[in-house]
């Protein structure tokens, strides 16, 4: 305990709490990457549409400075959020904090959404959002990934290191291609095997689709 008191102030835990948005006045379509490193993450839709984007941020600013960068030219927004690494003092003994990150997403604007996981938790709840193209880089832990339930979409995910479940809704039909990695792989029966590919029975000619490709790491895959 005597250790832990004596270490520098600048040692203590710093935990700041950010809320960053982004107005949707004039933006017709979007493409947003976020990497936001170590902690939670969790990914949905935003109620309040008058906004593009919505970032709600709880983390130690001793140990992880937040990034961002908006830029909008001819009604197309390109956003980019992510944390660097720093160290200020000595690490603090028994302070440690888990960074939190919860982005919403304007659903009315399609957009090509990136995301990089980290070393974290993810739940990433897209189903109410306009998607043309989403790509996960899947780092170490668990991810949880809901599908949007409307459009024609691409999906790319590169699994890492933990757990990965993808939830297909029912109304939207799919193709999908798995390289399973090192790990177990289930599919569910309403993908029926065709050459490399999985394929729900009305994909071909549906207007609500998605094909899926997965590089499977470490770990186990589900997807329903």
């Not at 990034?67 to 927004?77: C, F, K, L, S, Y």
């Not at 939190?100 to 604007?109: A, F, K, Q, T, Y």
Request: glycine share 10%; charged share 25%; net charge negative.
């Amino acid at each position: 305990a005597g250790v832990i008191w004596l270490s520098p102030p600048q040692a203590r835990a710093r935990v700041t709490e950010d809320v960053i948005t982004h107005p949707a006045s004039g933006i017709t379509s979007a493409m947003v990457r976020a990497g936001l490193g170590i902690g939670s993450l969790r990914v949905s839709a935003l109620e309040d549409t008058d906004h593009a984007f919505e970032l709600v941020a709880s983390y130690d600013r001793n140990q992880v400075q937040l990034t961002q960068d908006v830029r909008v030219e001819d009604g197309v927004a390109r956003v980019r959020l992510g944390t660097t690494s720093q160290r200020v003092g000595w690490p603090s003994l028994g302070r440690s904090v888990e960074s939190e990150w919860r982005l919403s997403l304007n659903p009315d604007i399609p957009m090509r959404l990136d995301i990089s996981t980290g070393v974290s938790r993810a739940h990433l709840a897209l189903d109410r959002l306009t998607l043309t193209r989403l790509t996960v880089n899947a780092g170490v832990g668990e991810v949880l990934l809901t599908l949007p339930d409307a459009g024609s979409y691409d999906v790319s995910v590169d699994g890492g290191v933990g757990a990965l479940r993808i939830e297909v809704p029912e109304e939207v039909e799919a193709r999908l291609r798995v390289d399973r990695g090192l790990g177990a792989l289930e599919i569910a029966p309403r993908f029926r095997p065709d050459g490399i590919y999985h394929v729900t029975a009305g994909f071909d000619g549906a207007d609500d689709r998605v094909e899926i490709d997965v590089d499977g790491g470490v770990g186990s895959i589900v997807i329903r």
